[in-house]
């Protein structure tokens, strides 16, 4: 569709599964922009907000960057203690 977008997918996604069979079904025709309009719209509309949420993986969940990567961080780099 040639829209930038990352999904984090720890598994069968049912959501991730949908948006890729959307993006399957408008790439079948020439790209324009009204289908990537079309396309962005559709992942928007699917979206919850994360305090919303479940945090489960029938959700697209709008996060950082950083929310994606924090718990293999924490692994590698250990869970830093502070005292107050």
């Known amino acids: 569709m040639q829209v930038p977008y990352r999904l984090f997918n720890k598994g069968n996604s049912f959501a991730v599964r949908e948006?890729?069979?959307?993006?399957?079904s408008l790439c079948g025709a020439e790209i324009t922009e009204e289908s990537r309009r079309s396309f962005v719209s559709h992942v928007y509309a699917n979206t919850l907000h994360p305090l919303?949420?479940?945090?489960s993986q029938d959700e697209?969940?709008?996060?950082?960057?950083?929310?994606?990567?924090?718990?293999?961080?924490?692994?590698?780099?250990?869970l830093e203690q502070r005292s107050p």
Request: no cysteine.
């Open 19 to 24: 948006i890729k069979t959307f993006e399957d």
């Open 60 to 78: 697209v969940i709008p996060l950082g960057v950083e929310a994606a990567f924090a718990a293999s961080f924490v692994k590698r780099s250990g």
């Open 52 to 55: 919303e949420s479940r945090f």
